[in-house]
Antibody
Framework: QVQLQQWGAGLLKPSETLSLTCSVSGGSFSGYYWSWIRQPPGKGLEWIGELNHSGNTNYNQSLKSRVTMSIDMSNNVFSLKLTSVTAADTAVYYC????????????WGQGTLVTVSS | DIVLTQSPVTLSLSPGERATLSCRASQSVDTYLAWYQQKPGQAPRLLIYDASNRATGIPARFSGSGSGTDFTLTISSLEPEDFALYYCQQRRNSPRTFGGGTMVEIK
């Protein structure tokens, strides 16, 4: 059974960098596409970006200037960095898997609440 | 970006009743539409992909239909565990976008 386990700092100050990691177990890591999605409290879902096992990326243009995603094939983990955070970046962040670029998301991590507050 | 509009925002029904949820796209997404269920404090769960294909392990009471700009998720007979929030998502164009959600609540 595929499992995605994520972790990272839950409380940040404005202008700091958000950093989250997602570990994949129970299935192949290569050949899939790995996304980050966020959900502000009480609101809907926003896709942030995705990457594949080769490190090729596809970012949402709305966040592209602040987002970096990376992958570590040797440890089956991928990561998200979001720079210069503000209160508007407060959200639950999810990692997820798809079988194609821009594909549907069939496995999700448990979510990490990141709060940005001074 | 493609905008997805879900209706109604809230659907109040009783267990055993049929639920019909709608998702309308601002432009054609062919059949590249998925449905997810989300319960409080949980990640979304994939129910339907490519408009009408049930994901692994999803009960047959869930079905999806539609193409182009108009899509429907039907739950044929609501079970207690089906009361939740439902989102549609398109993958026709990048970025993936999600609808605003429909809450199915107990009447």
């Amino acid at each position: 059974q595929v499992q995605l386990q994520q972790w990272g700092a839950g409380l940040l100050k404005p202008s700091e960098t958000l950093s989250l990691t997602c570990s994949v177990s129970g299935g192949s890591f290569s050949g899939y596409y790995w996304s980050w999605i966020r959900q502000p409290p009480g609101k809907g879902l926003e896709w942030i970006g995705e990457l594949n096992h080769s490190g090729n990326t596809n970012y949402n243009q709305s966040l592209k200037s602040r987002v970096t995603m990376s992958i570590d094939m040797s440890n089956n983990v991928f990561s998200l960095k979001l720079t210069s955070v503000t209160a508007a970046d407060t959200a639950v962040y999810y990692c997820a898997r798809s079988k194609a670029w821009n594909g549907h998301l069939d496995y999700w991590g448990q979510g990490t609440l990141v709060t940005v507050s001074s | 970006d493609i905008v997805l509009t879900q209706s109604p925002v809230t659907l109040s029904l009783s267990p055993g009743e049929r639920a019909t949820l709608s998702c309308r796209a601002s432009q054609s997404v062919d059949t590249y539409l998925a449905w997810y269920q989300q319960k409080p404090g949980q990640a979304p769960r994939l129910l339907i992909y490519d408009a009408s294909n049930r994901a692994t392990g999803i009960p047959a009471r869930f079905s999806g239909s539609g193409s182009g700009t108009d899509f429907t998720l039907t739950i044929s007979s609501l079970e207690p565990e089906d009361f939740a929030l439902y989102y549609c998502q398109q993958r026709r164009n990048s970025p993936r976008t999600f609808g605003g959600g429909t809450m199915v609540e107990i009447k």
